[in-house]
C-alpha cells in the first residue's frame, strides 16, 4: 500500500481508492486548523491527477473520534468582525472545492463528529457513520455563541430540509448514527468493523454515476413528505419561523444571540437561495465570534475541557474499586446512578428504610432507563449495569469497600455518628466522604479514628444532570485521599473542583447571599414572580425562590445557620425565611413553598407563586426596587461572596470560582462566571456598587478586601478578553 504524506492527512492507496487519513499529530483528536485546506486540497489535487484512483474516502486516525470541531484557538485569535467574515469565508470556499470534486469524496465517520467536523463531511458527496454508541453528530456552535461558519447553515438546509435543520443549528443538540440516518444526514450505518470497506464501495460506486453523485443530496423520505406541506410554501416557512423565534426567546430571554442570527440565516437560505445564504453565514459568524457571549462561552468550554484532563499534582492516587453509599435519598440514589452507569463502580447502598431502599432503587432504574431510551446503552448494559447495585439495610460487605459516600441528613451529630459507625465496619484505608453541603469536614472527620482518610465530596441535585463535584479537601485529609475522590468523579464524567475546608466550602457559601437577598428584596416590596423573572431572564436556569423550593427551605435555612454561625452576621437569612419554615413550607418536597406542588414530582406553573405567602412577609416601607436593582442586589452578593473565598483561600484559583459557579450554581454562561464579570464589568464600578447598597441596607454588602485590592491595583483575575 503506497502511501503520501501532509501534516495532518496521510494519503493511503485501497486498489481503486485513495484512503484520506486526517490525523492531527501529537492531539488526541482532530481539530480543524489554520492551514488544514491548503493541505486537504493538495491530496485532493493529487487524487484528481492520478488516474488510477477512482475516488477517495475521508477517514480519522484517532480511535473513537472523527473530528471534534474547529480549533479553538484559531477562533480566539479573530479580533474584529471583518477577520470573523474572512475565515468563514475561507471555510466556505475549502469546502466548496471538497463538494465540486471531480472525483467522488466518501466520509467514512467513527466516533466524535461536531461542528465543523459535521461541515467538512456535509461537503462530501456521502457519508457513511459507524452505529457505534460513541459516533454523535451535530453542530453544537451555537453552545458556543456562534454559528456554523463554513457554509454548514446552507449545506444542511439542501440536505435536510428546513425543519431539521432549525433544530440541529438552533438547539445544538447531538444526533446519534441511526437519528442521523433517519434525517437523512448519513446515508448508512454499519458496524465499525466494515466501515472503510462499505465507504469504499458507496464511493464506487458514485464514481459511476456522477450526476447522481453531484446533484443526489439523498434527501430522507421524512423530509419529501413535509416538503409539501410546509417548507415548499412562504406560509409554512413564515410558521416555522415563528415557531423557532418564539421557542429560542422563551429558553435565552435574548441574552444568546447565535440562535436567533442562526435562525435568520436559515431563513436567507430558504427564501433567497444559497448564495444569499453563504453571504448571510459569513456575515453573521464574524459578528457573533467577537461578540462577549462567545468570547466567554469559549472559556467556559476550555474550563470545563481543562478540569476534566488536568491531573491533580499528588502522585498516583489510589484506585478506588468499589463503593458504599449510605443513604439512598435522592442524593444518595442519584451518586449510586452514576457511580454504577458512568463508573461502571459496583455499589453497595445502604438505608435503614426499605422503602427508602425500594424508592432509591426505582430511581436508578429510571436513570437507566432513559439511557436506554437514548440509546446510549442498550437493555441488556442496563441489566448488567443494575446488577451492580446491591441495596442493604445493614453494612453488609462495607469491609471491602475502598469509598465510603455518605449522604444522610445535614446534621453534624447524624454525620459524625455515621461517620463512626463507618469506621468500625471498614478496613484501615477505607476512605469516608462526606456530602455535606456546609458543614466542615474537620468537624465530620471528629467522628473518625483516623480523620487524614476523611474528604468532602460534594454531589447536587439531581446528580446525573448536574455536573459539579465539589472536593473538600479538610486541614487533615491526605492527598492521596484528594487525589482518590477526584478520580472518582472524572471516572463518574463529572467536572471536579477541588476547594478548601470551612463553613460552606465555596458553593453553598457563594450561593447562600444570593438566596438570602431575595428573601430581603421580597420583605422590600417585590414580588416573588418579579425577583425570579429577573434572574431568568439574566440567564440563570431558575430564580432564586424555584431554586430554594427544589433545595428544601427547611435545608437552605440549616446551611444559613451554618454559615452565620462560621462567617458572622454578614450571611444572616432574610426573617421571611424563618416565618416560612415556621408555617410548615418546606419546598417541593411537602408541596408547600413559594409556589405551590401538587406532589413532589410535578413542576409549578410559571409564575404560579403561593399568593398566601405575603402574608409571611413584613414588608418594609418605601417604593419596591426596580428590575435592575433586583438583579445587581442579588448577582453582585454572588461576585463579592466568591472574592471573599478567593481571599480566604477557599479557592484555588479564579478559573476554579468560574466554574465551580456555572456548573454547580447555575450562573449564567455566557457571563463567564462571577470572577470573569467582576473583570469585565470592572472591580472599581462593582465596589462603588457594593458601598452604595452597604450604606442603604446594611453590612451585608461589605466588599471583601480583596475587591477593594483590586479596584485600586486595576488587576484583573481572569486573563485577558
Known sequence: MKTAHSEMFRLERRDDIGLIVFDVPGAAVNTLRAGFEVELSALLDGVQADPELRAAVLTSGKPGSFVA????????????????????RAGQRAFDRLATSAKPLVAAIHGTCLGGGLELTLACSARIASDDPATRLGQPEVLLGLIPGAGGTQRLLDLVGLEAALDLVVSGREVSASRACHLGLVDEVVPHAILLD??????????????????DRRRSLARRLRSGLLEDTQAGRALMFRQAEAQVRARTHGTMPAPLRAIEVLRAGAERGAVAGFTAEAEAFGELVVSPQARNLIRVFDLRQTLRREARNV??????????????????????????????????????????????????????????????????ERDRLLSLV?????????????????????????????CKEIADVTGPDTIFASNTSSIPIDQIAQGHPRPELVVGMHYFSPVPRVPLLEVVEGPRTA???????????????????????????????????????????????????????????????????RLIDEVGIDVATKISRVLTDGLGERLTAAPVMAAVVADGRLGRKNGRGFY???????????????????????????????????????????????????????????????????????????????????????????LRRLRDFQERLGPRFAPAPKLVELAESGERLTYPA
Open 198 to 215: 462499505v465507504a469504499c464501495e458507496a464511493a464506487r460506486r458514485l464514481a459511476n454515476v456522477p450526476a447522481v453523485r453531484e446533484r
Open 315 to 380: 502522585g498516583a492516587a489510589p484506585r478506588v474499586g468499589k463503593v458504599a453509599i449510605v443513604g439512598a435519598g435522592l442524593m444518595g440514589a442519584g451518586i449510586a446512578a452514576v457511580t454504577i452507569g458512568r463508573a461502571e463502580l459496583p455499589v453497595r447502598l445502604k438505608d435503614v428504610d426499605r422503602a427508602a431502599l425500594r424508592r432509591g432503587m426505582q430511581s436508578i432504574c429510571a436513570y437507566l432507563d432513559g439511557r436506554v431510551q437514548r440509546r446510549r446503552i442498550s437493555a441488556h
Open 69 to 88: 470541531g474547529a480549533d479553538l484557538d484559531m477562533l480566539r485569535q479573530v479580533r474584529t468582525i471583518d477577520e470573523g467574515v474572512a475565515l468563514s
Open 479 to 545: 492527598e492521596k485521599v484528594t487525589a482518590a475522590a477526584v478520580d472518582v468523579g472524572r471516572r463518574q464524567h463529572m467536572t471536579v473542583v477541588v476547594v478548601g475546608d470551612g463553613p460552606g466550602f465555596f458553593t453553598s457559601r457563594v450561593l447562600a447571599p444570593y438566596i438570602n437577598e431575595a428573601g430581603h428584596l421580597l420583605e422590600d416590596g417585590a414580588s416573588v414572580a418579579v425577583i425570579d423573572q429577573a434572574f431568568e431572564q439574566l440567564g440563570f436556569p431558575v430564580g432564586p425562590f
Open 390 to 418: 446491591h441495596p442493604d439495610t445493614a453494612y453488609r460487605g462495607f469491609g471491602g469497600v475502598d469509598l465510603v459516600i455518605e449522604a444522610v441528613v445535614e446534621d453534624l451529630s447524624v454525620k459524625q455518628q455515621v
Open 596 to 686: 405551590l406542588y401538587q406532589s413532589q414530582h410535578s413542576t409549578a406553573e410559571r409564575g404560579a407563586a403561593d399568593p398566601s405567602i405575603y402574608q409571611l412577609v413584613q414588608r418594609r416601607p418605601g417604593s419596591a426596587p426596580d428590575h435592575d436593582e433586583i438583579v445587581d442586589r442579588g448577582l453582585l452578593t454572588m461576585v463579592n461572596e466568591t472574592v471573599w473565598t478567593l481571599g480566604d483561600g477557599v479557592l484555588r484559583s479564579a478559573r476554579d470560582g468560574d466554574a465551580a459557579a456555572i456548573f454547580g450554581l447555575g450562573f449564567p454562561p455566557h457571563l463567564g462566571g462571577p470572577l470573569r464579570y467582576l473583570d469585565d464589568r470592572g472591580a472599581a464600578a462593582v
